[in-house]
C-alpha cells in the first residue's frame, strides 16, 4: 500500500479542490490519502465523495498551527478527531480569525510598495478557506511582482520582512491535549525541518508527549537525513507512530504526491487510536 498522510486541498493553501486533490492521488498510485488543511475540516465531505467514487482510502485531518513561548512555529497534524469538539474548534476558530486580520494587516503594508490590494489576494482565496500568507504569495505572483511561491517566501513574506505581521496560534502542548479531548491522533510534523527556520528544543517533544503526541512526521522532504535519525531513535524509545507524506500544495510547492509515504502498519496502529472520526478504507 502507498499511504501519503499530509496533503492540502485549496480549502487552505492548496491549489486543487479537495475532489480534484483526491483523483490526483489515485493518478498517482496512492492507497490512502489524508488530508490536512491548515485550520480547517471544510474539504472533508467533498473529499470522501471524490474517495469513495474513485475507490481511494480517506484519512480525515486538519493541521494545526502553533507557536511556542518562544515564539517558534510547529505544525501538528491531527488525524480522526471530532470537528465539532467544543474546545478544540474553538481555539481553531481563533487562529483562522487572527491569520484573517493579520493577512490584511500584511496586504496593507505591501501595498504601499507594491501594485496590490485585498481583491488582489481574495481572488486566490475558495471560499471558506484559511487565508494565509500563501495566498499572498499567488496574487504577488499574478501581479508579475515576483516568479513563484518559493520566492515570495524567501523575500518579501519572510518573517524578517518588514511586511511581516505575527498572528495569534496555539501552543504546541495546548493544541495536543484538544486533539487528544477530540479523539483524534496528533503527529508532530516536520518537526526538524531546519530549512524552515528554527526548530523547538527536544525539551518541547517530551512536553508534546507528556500532553498525550502519538507521533512524529518523520519522512518528509524538509526533515535532513540526520535529523530523521534522531526522530525515529525518539520515536522507537517512546512508542510513537512514525509517518511519512509528501505535503502537497498541488502547484503551489514542489513536492509530490507519494514521494514519501507511510507504512501500512503505521496506518493501522493510527486509524486504532482515533476515536473523533472514522477513516474511509475500501
Not at 496586504?107 to 471560499?127: F, G, I, K, Q, T
Not at 530523521?228 to 531513535?233: E, K
Request: with cysteine.
Amino acid at each position: 500500500m502507498r499511504i501519503d498522510l499530509h496533503a492540502h486541498s485549496n480549502v487552505s493553501d492548496g491549489t486543487q479542490a479537495p475532489a480534484e486533490l483526491v483523483v490526483a492521488a489515485a493518478a498517482a498510485g496512492l492507497d490512502v490519502l489524508a488530508l490536512t488543511d491548515h485550520d480547517s475540516t471544510d474539504g472533508w465531505a467533498k473529499a470522501l465523495g471524490a474517495a469513495r467514487h474513485h475507490g481511494l482510502g480517506l484519512v480525515p485531518g486538519m493541521e494545526i498551527s502553533c507557536k511556542t513561548s518562544r515564539g517558534v512555529s510547529v505544525h501538528l497534524l491531527c488525524y480522526l478527531h471530532d470537528p465539532t469538539h467544543p474546545g478544540l474548534l474553538e481555539e481553531i476558530t481563533k487562529a483562522k480569525d487572527a491569520r484573517l486580520t493579520r493577512a490584511e494587516r500584511m496586504v496593507e503594508r505591501l501595498s504601499e510598495d507594491y501594485p496590490l490590494n485585498w481583491d488582489d489576494v481574495s481572488a486566490h482565496v475558495a471560499p471558506g478557506a484559511t487565508v494565509g500568507r500563501p495566498h499572498i504569495a499567488d496574487a504577488l505572483v499574478a501581479a508579475g511582482i515576483v516568479s513563484d511561491r518559493n520566492e515570495a517566501f524567501a523575500s518579501i513574506l519572510t518573517s524578517h520582512s518588514r511586511y511581516f505581521v505575527s498572528h495569534y496560534a496555539p501552543d504546541p502542548v495546548l493544541a495536543v491535549e484538544l486533539v487528544r479531548a477530540a479523539g483524534g491522533v496528533p503527529v508532530f510534523a516536520h518537526p526538524m525541518a531546519t530549512a524552515r527556520g528554527r526548530v523547538v528544543e527536544p525539551e518541547m517533544f517530551h512536553d508534546m508527549i507528556d500532553a498525550g503526541l502519538l507521533g512524529l512526521e518523520v519522512d518528509h522532504r524538509d526533515n535532513p537525513p540526520e535529523n530523521r535519525i534522531w526522530l525515529r531513535n525518539l520515536a522507537r524509545r517512546e512508542g510513537l507512530l512514525v509517518t511519512g507524506s509528501s505535503d502537497f500544495h498541488g502547484a503551489g510547492k514542489p513536492n509530490l504526491l507519494g514521494e514519501n509515504t507511510t507504512a501500512p502498519e503505521m496506518l493501522e496502529r493510527l486509524i486504532a487510536a482515533g476515536t473523533g472520526s472514522a477513516a474511509f478504507l475500501p
